[in-house]
């Protein structure tokens, strides 16, 4: 049988002739800024703070490393920029409306989480416009967090029954204990893991309130509803089980076996944004959208934006990686003047907290 990869290779050989003078001017126009330059920090910083707006599962992320860039002239005005980004997830949930700058990357001692986005910019006067983003996430690998601390927590995978029963218990002490006395309801369970010492489990999870209260929650008739209007509010919570060692039993009934709750909950002051985001949450939820920690130990940041109306402008052709990543000599060309098309060495960037 023949290789599908001749007629494959024959067409983007074609294609490449076929593409007119215009492509090869574009590709030796194209510019390759240092990944580390200022300019390109700011488009980053720029897509990192739309992929955080845009995201409505898990946690916030910043970026670890600019690992490419490269900026293409566009018609009728304006340029195209390429970025390649690899970034950190914060200690910040989505819904935190703490900007991501104030936020803490999670250690890698606690089971550290990176994204590598690919972002099509579009720099016009006036600034940045995101036309496309695709990011995935993923863990530090089991094998790495061994070797760094062999006690270190590995996170369990998001539909493991511990967690979603630690989650509960500690939503159950929050809607018990809450001053307002409104029943909140758990919006997403973001992350957890078990210990062994102490026996026990710890949850991270958002929580938003309902139009109950504590007394129309324990009515199973009634209906609770997340509220989005301007009483909305929501928050984030960490919450963990310990299961204490039995207690040996004297004489009477054998005790239950003793656990402990603890937990820790943040209302967001909705002044500052949080009400859009369960706007945002809610009409996701509507959609029916499947979650993306399924069959996983973290929400994955498949955050992907596509701007159609905005990909469909004109610009300049999108040439492929296979081709920019070849120099494209000619003959005449005088090699002694630096190709544009060659990536000088200053991509990727600098490390900025740690290589997962
Ligand atoms: C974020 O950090 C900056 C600088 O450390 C600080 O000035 C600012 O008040 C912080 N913002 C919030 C909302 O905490
Ligand atoms: C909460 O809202 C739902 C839907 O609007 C409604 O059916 C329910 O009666 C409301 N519950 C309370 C206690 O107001
Ligand atoms: C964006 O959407 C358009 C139209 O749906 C599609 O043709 C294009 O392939 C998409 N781009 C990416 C990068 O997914």
Redesign the pocket.
Known sequence: MRSPVAPALLGLILGFCIANAAVLLDLLQTEFPACDDPETERMADFAVNHINAKNNHGYKFDINSIKMVKVLPRRPFGKVAFLELNLLETKCHVSNPLPVENCTIRPPTEHAVEGDCDVKLLIVDEGYKVLSSHCHSSEDSVEDVRRLCPDCPILSRLDDSKLKETANSGLAKFNAENVDGIHYQLLELSRGFSTHLPLGTHVEFAIAA????RQ?AQDPA????VVTDEHARNGFCKASVIHLPPVPVVDGEPKPPAEEVTLDCTLYDHQAGGSHFLEHYMHHLGKNIPSPGTGRRVLDLIHSHNDTHASHESHSAEVPAVVAAKPVVKRAVDLTVPISGIPPPVCPGRIRHFKI
């Open positions: 309902t139009n109950c209260s129309q009634e209906h609770c509803h």
